[in-house]
Nanobody, 120 residues
């Protein structure tokens, strides 16, 4: 499975961005999808995840009510980010795994990441 993120960029505080993850490979509908982020000098942290069917979502407390993960189909997953703050600045990674969990070790495949920068 190969994952490619897009949609990152520079946005002002309070603004919005939509990230996309395009997956290719075999048995894509067998995998849950997740988003993680890593800020400079910090560990990679969980952001959101969606189940294989798209019917169940899981969010980190820090993004609940602001971010929305959705699964358009087996190949495409998006992360709508609203009310962004400078604390959301990080490289955002798309990942796939058997369950929509909140831990890095639950994911098998990872994308290369896309930079999101929120200015104050």
């Amino acid at each position: 499975v190969q994952l490619v993120e897009s949609g990152g960029g520079l946005v002002q505080s309070g603004g919005s961005l939509k990230l996309s993850c395009a997956a290719s490979g075999r048995a894509l509908n067998a995998y849950a999808m997740g988003w993680f982020r890593q800020a400079p000098g910090k560990d990679r942290e969980f952001v959101a995840a969606v189940s294989r069917s798209g019917s169940n979502q899981n969010y980190a407390d820090s993004v609940k009510g602001r971010f929305t993960i959705s699964r358009d189909n087996a190949e495409n997953t998006s992360l709508q980010m609203n009310s962004l703050t400078p604390e959301d600045t990080a490289v955002y990674y798309c990942a796939s795994g058997p369950v929509p969990g909140g831990r890095r070790e639950q994911y098998t495949f990872w994308g290369q990441g896309t930079q999101v920068t929120v200015s104050s």
